[in-house]
């Protein structure tokens, strides 16, 4: 029987990257759609189902790229919570503000696509036998987070009242100490492809050099222009060197 599978994903290179790790993960024949964007996907959805336009079946499997030309991928995942599919988040971003609201959202597995082809094959072939798909990286991410949780809960909170202030000299008050810059949350790929940006590198330099393909580096890059404001290379590279990021 034919899978069906709808790929979500902006950029067509990762497009067909993520195709050809399908084909590998499953023995199943499997009949790929692809969408470039939500407007895209959300009318492919439409055809399928009970009560789709044309009754189709639905799809099995989707991954789910974040960050999207008009919108994002959790608006989706919360639209599909009772659609039957398993429904896995493809992206570049391993932070906490990233991966604990897709999963909230209702996300089945979280894979990074700049993961090796054999490592993103094994976790997608997890989903046969009943067990999520994460990313290493990520399943370490959640170890970590519900470890600190707990350490978290068994610690008991100094009371507020317990501290006591010292009075200056004088009767001066205290100089308040100044509140840092805030920085644009970038993560530590993006900070490292930021720091070979400054430096002159190409995209295919930066992705030999930190062992990733080029079209993730290129995905790094769009997303430090818009977290940073910036249209270009060189106002990248002054802005990181003025507040310090590289």
Same mark, same amino acid.
């Given at each position: 029987? +034919?899978v069906?599978?709808l790929i979500l994903?902006d950029?067509?290179?990762?497009?067909?990257?993520?195709?050809r790790?399908?084909r590998?993960s499953?023995s $199943?024949?499997i009949s790929?759609t692809?969408?470039? $964007?939500l407007?895209?996907?959300?009318e &492919?959805?439409?055809?399928t189902?009970p009560h789709?336009?044309?009754?189709a $079946?639905p799809?099995?499997?989707?991954l789910v790229?974040?960050?999207?030309? $008009?919108g994002?991928?959790l608006?989706?995942l919360?639209?599909?919570? &009772?659609?039957?599919?398993t429904k896995?988040v493809?992206t570049?971003?391993?932070d906490d503000?990233?991966l604990?609201?897709a999963? &909230?959202c209702g996300?089945d597995?979280?894979l990074?696509?700049?993961d090796?082809?054999?490592v993103?094959?094994?976790?997608?072939r997890?989903?046969?036998?009943g067990q999520p798909?994460?990313?290493?990286a990520?399943?370490r991410?959640?170890?970590t987070h519900?470890?600190?949780g707990?350490?978290?809960?068994?610690?008991a909170?100094?009371p507020?009242?317990?501290?006591?202030s +010292?009075p200056?000299?004088g009767? !001066?008050?205290p100089?308040?100490?100044?509140?840092?810059i805030?920085?644009?949350?970038l993560t530590?790929?993006?900070?490292e492809?930021? +720091?070979?940006?400054?430096?002159?590198?190409?995209?295919?330099?930066? /992705?030999?050099?930190m062992?990733i393909k080029?079209?993730?580096?290129?995905?790094?890059?769009k997303?430090?222009?818009?977290k940073?404001?910036?249209?270009?290379r060189?106002?990248? /590279?002054v802005?990181?060197?003025? !507040?310090?990021l590289?």
């Open positions: 029987m +034919t069906k599978v994903e950029n067509p290179v990762a497009r067909d990257f993520l195709s790790v399908l590998e499953f $199943d024949p790929i692809e969408a470039g $964007d407007e895209t996907a959300r &492919q959805i439409a055809l189902g789709g336009l044309h009754g $079946d799809f099995k499997l989707m790229d974040l960050e999207l030309p $008009d994002n991928g608006e989706l919360a639209e599909l919570t &009772q659609y039957p599919a896995v493809t570049l971003y391993s503000d990233h604990f609201p999963l &909230q996300a597995g979280y990074l696509k700049e090796r082809f054999d993103l094959v094994e976790e997608l997890k989903i046969v036998l798909p994460l990313s290493p990520i399943a991410r959640l170890l519900f470890r600190h707990a350490a978290a809960e068994s610690a909170p100094a507020m009242g317990s501290f006591s +010292t200056m000299p009767g !001066q008050k100089v308040p100490i100044e509140k840092p805030d920085l644009p949350h530590p790929r993006e900070i492809v930021l +720091t070979y940006l400054s430096k002159g590198f190409t995209i295919k330099e930066i /992705a030999n050099l062992g080029w079209f993730t580096v290129n995905d790094h890059i997303s430090i222009y818009r940073l404001n910036v249209s270009s060189a106002e990248a /590279a802005l990181a060197s003025k !507040q310090g590289v």
